[in-house]
């Protein structure tokens, strides 16, 4: 008998839902602007309102942190409390994540959790190991986790050679993965690592928050939720500041340092990789700015990367000229699909 699993991906303030006959996705939604456990518990009565007459099997979690788990797990008491634990090093999502699976407890399913940190787990330890005292991190479980797992295994299937994975949202994180294993990526211990984002600074000097601290600021609010985009010209919303480039300075600046980080990002990557072979766009931001990929592929001219500019401005799939040396991909990322596939692989 065909399973049905509900697959739950779970925002700081919105539910995506998607409805699966195995790894068929039947139908799906998405609910947004939920801000408190009132707001999601009805919407979560509207979900299973929706699926009445489904006889659903099964439901499925995206949990971002997943620590030391580098597996798909059935939700008990244990993996609940390991979720709460790790909500440290998540405070915008793992929080929400594990009062979802609380709510829909009452609908008796078995629920699995899959993490966003599974795809990253094995990196090499030159990748993963922060350079601070060895006694503490393994006291603390202080690594390179990397996010954002679920969309880069999924868009850089089939893809063998060396791969960079690039997934543009409102968060941002870069992969470096060699023929469907990954290497390495920008985001750390948290998904506040890396290239700058919406709110989130990305990478800064650690003194910085040193500095902060000492005259009062809430630093880990600050660079969390205040920084990113949004610091430099008031918009995290990349709509926003596109539409405003030509007259506003301080949206072409963040645009400006939006695309540098982006790109020394990669190009970091590719020194790691010894090279590069696939390049792949991913995400809102990602599958739907040609202009931002036309200049990040432009500074890429000297590996040999050629676009073509008529499949570039379409978002076709492959948008590479044909005597590119480097494949350069729009692949539109399904996460709710790839949790679908990871709870098919334990229920079988």
Do not use: W
Request: proline residues 3%; glycine residues 6%.
């Amino acid at each position: 008998m065909q399973k049905k699993i509900l697959v739950f991906n779970v925002g700081s303030s919105s539910i995506k839902y998607s409805l699966f006959y195995e790894a068929k996705k039947i139908t799906s939604g998405f609910i947004e602007r939920l801000n408190d456990k009132k707001d999601y518990s009805e919407a979560i009565n509207k979900i299973f309102k929706k699926f009445e007459n489904e006889k659903i099997n099964v439901l499925a979690h995206r949990v971002v942190h997943g620590r030391e788990l580098k597996k798909t797990s059935l939700i008990n008491p244990e993996i609940k409390k390991k979720i709460k634990q790790f909500s440290e090093f998540a405070p915008l999502h793992n929080p929400k994540q594990l009062m979802v699976i609380e709510l829909c407890e009452r609908f008796k399913k078995p629920q699995y959790a899959v993490f966003d940190t599974m795809f990253f787990s094995d990196l090499p330890e030159v990748a993963k190991i922060y350079a601070i005292p060895k006694n503490i991190t393994e006291k603390h479980s202080i690594r390179k986790y990397g996010f954002h797992g679920l969309s880069h295994k999924y868009v850089s299937k089939g893809l063998n050679g060396k791969t960079i994975v690039c997934h543009l949202g409102s968060g941002v994180s870069i992969s470096a993965i060699n023929n469907e294993k990954a290497i390495d990526t920008s985001m750390g211990l948290t998904p506040l690592e890396g290239v700058i984002m919406g709110t989130r600074s990305g990478s800064i000097d650690p003194g910085i928050i040193f500095f902060l601290e000492k005259r009062k600021y809430n630093a880990e609010d600050l660079l969390t939720n205040k920084s990113g985009l949004k610091g430099i010209c008031g918009y995290n919303d990349f709509r926003d500041i596109r539409s405003r480039i030509n007259k506003n300075k301080n949206c072409k600046l963040a645009y400006e340092m939006f695309t540098y980080s982006i790109v020394k990002t990669i190009g970091s990557y590719v020194s790691a990789l010894n090279g590069l072979n696939n390049l792949v766009f991913t995400a809102a931001i990602g599958e739907n700015v040609p202009k931002l990929r036309k200049e990040i592929c432009n500074s890429l001219k000297y590996l040999g990367l050629k676009l073509d500019e008529d499949k570039n401005e379409k978002n076709e799939e492959v948008i590479s000229s044909k005597d590119s040396k480097i494949k350069v991909h729009v692949r539109k990322t399904d996460e709710e699909k790839m949790i679908a596939e990871e709870v098919l692989k334990i229920l079988k």
